[in-house]
């Protein structure tokens, strides 16, 4: 992987002219222009900072055998310069602070919200994944916090917001107003126990009755969204901008995006627009956007994204690797360091123990695509631990594994980081006309959505996902029989109904072991002897 900081721009005022009738998408690009406010007292300078799904990596961490990349300390060093040299400056995180790293999840993200209070975050919107967690941790989380974390479309059933929805900063001769949207796909991926009693609202009608007033009350208006980027208009944060007036900025999360230049949404009906910016995930970079403004209309901007200690690997004549940083290397801030190092090392204790030994690396880069040897070997984990039911075969989603595995000593803090949810492994029964609806449900996910399952040995079938369908399902290496019964290991999360797996919600007293997927894992891996070698077992088939 190759990164190259990118700076972008595009003058408001000269494409006011080119617009046409139809709406349209395109990337800025260009070089920075200087702006002087001494040469014009009502343009204003205004620079926003911003991360999104950082998933629980307040310290620095090793990415595809890279070490040492990303961390809040860095983070901090980095924001404290930009502060010094910048007077009006905005620090946003986009959502999905938690579930990530054992360091962030022993402590219910901690380390990560004592972190942004030592940066001086303005404002956090609340992502999905926010609700991993039951709201009572959540509320803890917000207590413990010393910026807000903003939603205006979440509420609880009898009407009230479960936070606040917007914030107005004033700066020096102007206001901006930041208001959060949680997307409301949050229903159907959501934990089903810990959002049973909250109401996701539309994005898009919460927005139209919003944003006029805040147009009324401050110059900028910005959008902190958790909703994401997909192709075409009738998703995400592009939605937001075709069907809603008068958003400046949207600083965007949840698809964990590396927009090196930001999306410009041009209004057709008028001269304005707005622009969409997301900063991939992790916090392996820092997103920097700066806006001029002038009679509350952004006139030009510039952006780019910042790495923070990433590495490209080098490998010289004698094979042996070295790194070359991307970007400047950045000191990490000691105090905040000091401040975040007992957690780390709390954990370290418990998680440093080596369980294996990986012989190559197990990706996951696509294992929301297709099948992956990480996939097989959760499912295989889950189906092998609870082999006293006898169970036909294991299946879990995509989305449950959130890391790869690199090459060499294999530790626990490995396992943690790839199965962070604290999801159970389940055993139920399902006919076989029950499963056939669960297959005609896993037909209808698209390649790149979480649903998107991992299976164990004992099934096996081909996908095709323009027809939306599963054929060639084989159990056993037997077709499906409808009056048969047959048992099936699953997560706790997919067997009460997460990810649309309704399906499961027909079996008849499932048991839950209690005992999590990273433990099943942990113990099938000292089964199998500790030594993985990564192989894909075609077990699911993408038609093409």
């Known amino acids: ?190 934990n089903p126990d810990h959002i049973k009693n909250l109401i996701f609202e539309d994005e898009i009608e919460v927005a139209t009755k919003l944003v006029p007033d805040l147009r009324r009350h401050a110059d900028v208006v910005i959008a902190l969204t958790h909703l994401g980027i997909y192709e075409g208009s009738n998703r995400g944060s592009k939605r937001l901008a075709t069907r809603v007036q008068g958003i400046d900025l949207i600083v965007d999360g949840n698809t964990d995006t590396k927009l090196e230049a930001p999306l410009v949404i041009h209004d057709p009906d008028s001269t304005h627009q707005t622009l969409i910016v997301q900063a991939w995930h992790w916090g392996l970079v820092l997103g920097k956007i700066d806006l001029w403004v002038r009679n509350k209309r952004v006139v030009d901007f510039n952006m780019e994204l910042i790495p923070i200690n990433l590495k490209q690997i080098i490998k010289n004549p004698e094979g042996e690797k070295t790194f070359r940083f991307m970007g400047n290397p950045i000191q990490e801030d000691q105090t905040l360091l000091a401040l975040l190092q007992p957690y780390a090392d709390k954990v370290d204790r418990f998680l440093s123990e080596t369980i294996g030994y990986a012989q190559m690396p197990f990706g996951n880069d696509y294992g929301r695509y297709r099948e992956t040897a990480l996939g097989d070997l959760v499912a295989d984990a889950m189906r092998w631990y609870l082999r006293r039911f006898n169970p036909d075969f294991a299946l879990t989603n995509s989305g449950a594994i959130r890391a790869g595995l690199s090459e060499g000593p294999l530790t626990r803090e490995a396992i943690y980081d790839i199965l962070p949810f604290d999801s159970s492994v389940v055993f139920l029964n399902l006919t076989g006309a029950q499963i056939r609806t669960l297959f005609d449900f896993i037909g209808a996910v698209q390649p790149g959505e979480g649903a998107l399952p991992q299976v164990s040995r004992g099934i096996r079938f081909t996908m095709d996902p323009d027809k939306k369908t599963c054929k060639d399902i084989l159990i056993n290496g037997k077709p499906i029989d409808p009056e048969k019964s047959y048992g099936i290991v699953t997560n706790s999360y997919l067997a009460k109904g997460g990810d649309g797996y309704q399906a499961f919600l027909q079996a008849i007293d499932p048991f839950d072991s209690s005992i999590f997927q990273r433990d099943a894992l942990i113990a099938y891996i000292e089964h199998l002897g500790g030594n993985l070698v990564p192989k894909v077992n075609g077990r699911m088939t993408i038609a093409q």
């Open 1 to 190: 992987m190759t990164f190259t900081p990118m700076k972008n721009r595009r003058n408001a005022l000269s494409i006011g002219f080119l617009l046409t009738l139809l709406l349209t998408f395109s990337y800025a690009n260009g070089a920075p222009q200087k702006h002087e406010a001494s040469e014009d007292s009502h343009l204003h300078h205004l620079t926003v900072l911003y991360t999104n799904d950082v998933h629980g990596h307040p310290v620095k961490f090793s990415n595809l055998s890279v070490p040492d990349v990303g961390g809040l300390p860095a983070r901090a060093t980095l924001i404290t310069e930009i502060r010094r040299k910048n007077k009006n400056v905005l620090l946003l995180d986009a959502g999905d602070l938690n579930t990530g790293q054992a360091v962030s999840n022993f402590f219910k993200a901690k380390p990560d919200i004592l972190g942004y209070n030592y940066m001086g975050y303005d404002a956090m919107v609340l992502g999905n994944h926010e609700f991993d967690n039951p709201v009572h941790i959540l509320k803890e989380q917000m207590d413990l916090a010393k910026f807000p974390f903003l939603s205006a479309n979440v509420k609880r059933r009898n009407g009230d917001l479960l936070t606040i929805p917007y914030i107005i900063k004033q700066f020096n001769g102007f206001k901006v107003a930041v208001f959060g949207l949680t997307t409301t796909e949050t229903q159907v991926t959501g």
